[in-house]
T-cell receptor, first 113, second 117 residues
Framework: EPEVTQTPSHQVTQMGQEVILRCVPISNHLYFYWYRQILGQKVEFLVSFYNNEISEKSEIFDDQFSVERPDGSNFTLKIRSTKLEDSAMYFC???????????FGSGTQLSVL | GDSVTQMEGPVTLSEEAFLTINCTYTATGYPSLFWYVQYPGEGLQLLLKATKADDKGSNKGFEATYRKETTSFHLEKGSVQVSDSAVYFCALSDARLGGTSYGKLTFGQGTILTVHP
């Protein structure tokens, strides 16, 4: 089965630093998503991306966050100035045009010190 | 807003035991309902889904029925195996199938299942 790939699997950073989390969605998919899960809490929707623009974002996705699809294969989440409370597992997901099935990556564990 | 509530975990069972993980939801309209599973070190995988009332989703021996009257989508399996040990997430989407917002899911808190031989 095709896979969504996320790198790195673990990222440690200092508070105030910028981080970029990378994702390679499934090649013919058109809809892209980021979710996060803070330890012990629910998986939360952050943002959806379609046709090279954000289609929907949650209250969590403030000005510190941005997403980009810089080329035909990568989908990135940037946190401009990390805070301690950004420590979480971040999941990327993608799906096709009609197919409702969402494919998730295995996540990037971000630790902000 | 939308919300999903799962039974508190973790759940520990012996092999071949019957499994039920309860899930109830609050949503406007008629959401689609999902169960996702996360095996250790892997991403979330769709286990089964149901898109309208009274639909039964099934996969790998797991079943869940969309109960509109009780706003529930309980996961069941008649005989669990050690390989079923994972975290199980109930989720909903209140967007129409195929629409842009369809992949915006609201998740429950997850239930850790451990099956012993």
């Amino acid at each position: 089965e095709p896979e969504v790939t996320q790198t790195p699997s673990h990222q440690v950073t200092q508070m105030g630093q910028e981080v970029i989390l990378r994702c390679v969605p499934i090649s013919n998919h058109l809809y892209f998503y980021w979710y996060r899960q803070i330890l012990g809490q629910k998986v939360e929707f952050l943002v959806s991306f379609y046709n090279n623009e954000i289609s929907e974002k949650s209250e969590i996705f403030d000005d510190q966050f941005s997403v980009e699809r810089p080329d035909g294969s990568n989908f990135t989440l940037k946190i401009r100035s990390t805070k301690l409370e950004d420590s979480a597992m971040y999941f990327c997901a993608s799906r096709g045009q009609v197919e409702g099935k969402l494919f998730f990556g295995s996540g990037t564990q971000l630790s902000v010190l | 807003g939308d919300s999903v509530t799962q039974m508190e975990g973790p759940v520990t069972l012996s092999e071949e035991a019957f499994l039920t993980i309860n899930c109830t939801y609050t949503a406007t309209g008629y959401p689609s309902l999902f169960w996702y599973v996360q095996y250790p070190g892997e991403g979330l995988q769709l286990l089964l889904k149901a898109t309208k009332a009274d639909d039964k989703g099934s996969n790998k021996g797991f079943e869940a029925t969309y109960r509109k009257e009780t706003t529930s989508f309980h996961l069941e399996k008649g005989s669990v195996q050690v390989s079923d040990s994972a975290v199980y997430f109930c989720a909903l989407s209140d967007a129409r199938l195929g629409g842009t917002s369809y992949g915006k899911l609201t998740f429950g808190q997850g239930t850790i299942l451990t099956v012993h031989p």
